[in-house]
């Protein structure tokens, strides 16, 4: 098995005091020490100091002071620092993820994943450093010229979430730095560590090109540090990612001071399994989405909505599959499901099964926790599926936990109505070989999530598509497509190159 303090050491931080980070300079804040316990055996892994406000006002005059030169970079030389910190994060690829892997707890290949997207990100950031693009349109005036540009927003802070503790972060602070912005990064502090790693790793890239200190920041603390951010007006914009419940206290926050904010909150995914579905390419897809990271995505599988005529058929695959499943270390390559992030994690798990059983489901897979030495964390829970309504109540919220529901349908219509009928919109799936039943789930009067697909689970978006959902799930758009635009702020310039000034609309105004 991996020695982690080996990976500590060549990721640099195996001295864990520093908590915190503007450009190439570190330090101890006055704070206390947040300790940081893998949930894979219950051991600490070290400690990062937690910031003051003093230690805070510090990062953001620092990252202010970034901003003034960075934007002034042109794009294209931002974009070729960011292309050095990819290739940075190649070398440690292996390292980085498997300390994401056991910090986290998610599998090792889903912890080289994630370092693998940080590095497609990096990629698809510099190419769109020489793509920022604005518009032209004629003017109704002669000898007029009018055009759209964007400018840096200036500092973006980001708060990032324990499941995903550096993928989501490089979506928002590559895309920001290409696009002229400085980065103050609030990690989970649940996963404290990985962040102080990215820093360490992409340190050097930012001292040999000179960049500024300040235009990448690292402030590790807990919900305080959140709301510093979210109520200074010096931050342009907030990228928050984690429960609708905690994005719905940052965007009020913002709000209040007419800041822009970017959420990315909870999903409540499903997947429409039609009587015309492969159910080879169906079941994998679907067991994949459920217990993946072990039910701790965003966009993990929650619901399964089955055409009554394969019902009992999919029910059998399922329970097959579900035997099947490994659990364990993550970093044993062959297991398929690690732990939960920590106990207050699996009392979640429990206290949703009950609410299950006392709603009315039945357990095809039980629930179950598991102990003793191998699992002596306590956090291992085993993957369950019950037949459930959608009604339920507890069904209609989101568990961070792989608990599959399993629900019937008659109807193409009733299904899609089923899918929809739940508060969140971020992530939806059907499989189904019918060319007009997909067309239908993917029309106006389809699926309402941010995200539908085809043949393949809820799970696993790839960046060069703008990822994010409706409804409680924020609205915010991250990663690909156009999503750099919410990095930027769009100004429109006339330019009169006549010698006359003609007022738009035909008005005439005239003084000596």
Partial sequence: MTDIKIV???LGIQDLNNGLSTGQKSWVGDGDVIESYSPVDGRKIGGASQAEYSDYDIVVKKAGEAF??????????????????????????????????????????????????????????VGLSRQLYGLTMHSERP??????????????????????????????????????DVCIWKPSEKTPLTALACQHIIKTVLGNNQVPEGVSCV??????AGEWLAADSRIALISATGSTRMGRAVGEVVARRLGRSLLELGGNNAIIVTQHAD?????????????????????????????????????????????????????????????????????????????VKEAGGAFLVEPQLLGGNDFSSGCYVVPCIAEVANHFEIVQQETFAPILYLIKYITLDEAIDIQNDVPQGLSSAIFTLNIRESEQFLSQGGSDCGIANVNIGTSGAEIGGAFGGEKETGGGRESGSDAWKAYMRRQTNTINFGNTLPLAQGIKFEVD
């Fill in 143 to 180: 000898q007029h010229r009018m055009y759209e540009q964007w400018h840096p927003l200036g500092i973006v802070g980001i708060i990032s979430a324990f499941n995903f503790p550096v993928a989501v972060w490089s979506w928002n602070a590559m895309l920001s730095w290409v696009c002229g």
């Fill in 219 to 224: 402030v590790t603390g807990g919900r305080e």
């Fill in 279 to 355: 159910l080879n390419i169906a079941i994998p897809g679907i067991v994949f989405g459920a217990v993946g990271t072990a039910g701790q995505r965003c966009t993990s599988t929650r619901r399964i909505i089955v055409h009554e005529d394969i019902y009992e058929d999919v029910k059998k695959r399922l329970i097959q599959a579900y035997s099947q499943l490994k659990i364990g270390n993550p970093l044993d390559p062959e297991i398929h499901v690690g732990p939960l992030i920590d106990v207050e994690a699996v009392k979640a798990y429990e206290k949703t099964v009950q609410k």
């Fill in 8 to 10: 500590l050491s060549k």
């Fill in 68 to 125: 003034r030169h960075w934007r002034q970079v042109p794009a294209p030389k931002r974009g070729e620092v960011v292309r050095q910190i990819g290739e940075e994060l190649r070398k440690y690829k292996e390292e980085l993820g498997t300390l994401v892997s056991y910090e986290m707890g998610k599998s090792l290949a889903e912890g080289l994943g994630e370092v693998q997207e940080m590095i497609d990100i990096a990629d698809f950031a």
